[in-house]
């Protein structure tokens, strides 16, 4: 399996500021110190080679949307702003022309997991096939989509979009075959509920596990969770806020910490932690240093020869699994 970052932030989408594209020419001029280039290659091989990555790069702004690839059919794990730059690579890759199918994950349908849709061009064109799952009922998740694509919020209607689309529900807690993957869904804890998945195929696993709420303190959810996460080779979760801010002022707001993250993953022999769903208002630098402080709690914590390897998601990046 391949695992494509659409969208990595909670809540809201978040855009660059110019201010900020002012520092980091700034810091990446005063880090080059006068040197001078011969080559474009030159250049690159010290923005990849000497910058920090907050400086080179960005961790984006789009919100939830993660592409699992491995079936024959796309499968994409929620609908934040993302979508949209889906939407337009698939656009590039195949034209209006080909039908598709899409198999879509959700783990709730508050607004920021649902607002890319009405911006996916697939939608509107006729033979594609659009498969919207999710293990709340199935009134919930059509009361949202339709809601959204109603006056005043939008100017098309549902019953305007081309491609056939269908709702279908998800049992949780039992494993379901969608296009060669096995598929099983986990309640967390979350204001309206939320869902996560695990996504298994040929001896791998990939759990999705956005939007949840997991303390210390409520150990007989945690080892329900560890044994969803058991054994995963990659553990895509909800690292919102620092342990600060959650313990403190974002407490009950349902998303976990960078380090309850590494804590149930470790239980549960996890390969892989990548913290996602990030704090909007977290600037680069800030996540940078989330980044670096969870590596850090991860050397102090791990037994020997027991690493977990911690990452955190960014707009673009992929994984292999």
Known sequence: MQVRFWGTRGSLPVAPKGEDTRQRIKQALLQANGRQFDSAAAIEQFIDGELDFSIRHSYGGNTACVEIMGGENYAVCDMGSGLRCLGQQVMEDHGPGKPRLYNFFMSHVHWDHIMGFPFFPPAYIPGNTIRIHGAHELAVLEDAFHRQHSDPCFPVQWNQLQATINFVHLEPD?????????????????????????????????????????????????????????????????????????????????????????????????????????????????????????????????????????STAYDGLVLQV
């Open 174 to 310: 039992r494993w379901h075959e969608i296009d060669g993957f096995r598929v099983k869904a986990k309640l967390q804890p979350h204001h309206g509920d939320s869902y996560g998945y695990r996504f298994e195929k040929d001896g791998k696993a990939v759990v999705y596990s956005t939007d949840g709420e997991h303390k210390v303190q409520s150990e007989t959810k945690n080892e329900a969770m560890i044994e969803f996460y058991r054994d995963a080779d990659l553990v895509i979760f909800d690292a919102m806020y620092s342990l600060g801010d959650m313990i403190t002022i974002k407490q009950d707001w349902g998303h976990s910490s960078n380090v309850v993250g590494v804590d149930l993953c470790m239980r549960a022999n996890v390969k892989h932690y990548c913290m996602f769903h990030h704090e909007p208002a977290y600037s680069d630098e800030t996540i940078d240093t989330i980044l670096r402080e969870t590596k850090r709690y991860e050397e102090i914590v791990r037994e020997e020869n027991d690493a977990l390897q911690v």
